[in-house]
């Protein structure tokens, strides 16, 4: 990281204030931890708030039992199922990810992840992060494809679609085989690079922020989807929780265009797209036939 020479000295005080296990494992597990429910809270803010309403691509949410883009409080059955799926979560972090970062510890060793300086350079540490992200939607594209055959389904899968309009805290809802399975697609990336320890927190809060961000549920101006034309987003992943099927990628678009399994949410796109054209064409035409007074 040249010219980021303060980065060096704060990395080099945090290695040298524990041992090497301790930041190799209880720290990864804290940057996976502050990732997942540190970009959630922005979402659960906005799922309190009416003034968001106008970006949720669903509005039969949690949040908005009656359906009503009005209401004003969360109903309070829609919070228990908030808070029953943040329990599940934090279970599944504490008793799946955080064992499985400590087996895969001596893995990451052998392959070289070291947290020495310097720290990589902003290419090295660029490109292995979207090496690791084009890695991970391949090998979660077949994952997820395979979880959607019939057995697996009934016995895996059905409860991470439980939630047929997702928000942020549902994203690691899922069987704890799933989150073992599909978690394999996570670390195939690091595995085939070996990255610095600082490119493997880089890339771990990535994820979990794009994982959070594509169920949060809402399609806003600030949306990622919306300024990178290859990030399928919450719009994308939103239609396979409605469908529970198609879009079965994690993080880019060009997967399910290359397998044609995004055709159906294309149709629904293309009508989505002209009926907000027919309805702003007899918009205008109201405004036309309304008499102009006064001149
Ligand atoms: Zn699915
Ligand atoms: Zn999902």
Redesign the pocket.
């Known amino acids: 990281m040249g010219g980021f020479s303060w980065l060096e000295e704060g990395w080099l005080r945090l290695a040298t204030s524990v041992s090497p296990f301790t930041l190799h494992t209880l720290f990864t597990f804290l940057i996976h931890e502050v990732a997942y429910w540190g970009t959630y809270v922005p979402y659960a803010l906005m799922d309190r708030s009416a003034y968001f309403r106008k970006w949720k691509i669903q509005e039969h949410t949690y949040g908005y039992g009656s359906g009503s883009r009005h209401a004003k409080r969360l109903p309070g059955h829609d919070r228990m199922k908030m808070w029953r799926c943040v329990g599940y979560v934090a279970a599944n972090h504490l008793f799946l990810v955080l064992p499985l970062i400590l087996v895969t510890h001596p893995l990451f060793e052998m392959l070289g992840t070291t947290h020495s300086l310097p720290l990589p350079t902003v290419w090295e540490f660029g490109t292995q992060i979207f090496f690791c992200l084009l890695v991970e939607d391949v090998f979660f594209y077949f994952g997820h494809r395979l979880l959607h055959t019939p057995w697996l389904y009934r016995h895996v899968h059905s409860v991470?679609?439980q939630h047929t309009a997702?928000f942020g805290a549902?994203?690691e809802f899922a069987h704890p085989l799933e989150v073992v399975f599909l978690g394999l697609s996570t670390v195939a990336g690091p595995i085939i690079v070996g990255p610095h320890l600082f490119t493997l927190w880089g890339y771990l809060f990535l994820r979990c922020w794009q994982t959070v961000d594509?169920?949060s549920g809402y399609d806003g101006p600030w949306s990622l989807n919306r300024w990178v034309p290859i990030y399928g987003g919450a719009r994308q992943?939103d239609h396979?929780?409605k469908t529970f099927s198609g879009n079965y990628a994690s993080i880019f678009l060009h997967m399910d265009w290359f397998f044609g399994t995004d055709w159906a949410w294309r149709q629904s796109s293309a009508r989505q797209r002209r009926q907000g054209v027919l309805q702003t064409e007899k918009a205008a035409e109201g405004e036309q036939q309304v008499p102009v007074s006064g001149s």
């Open positions: 991470h679609h997702p549902a994203a594509c169920h992943h396979h929780h």
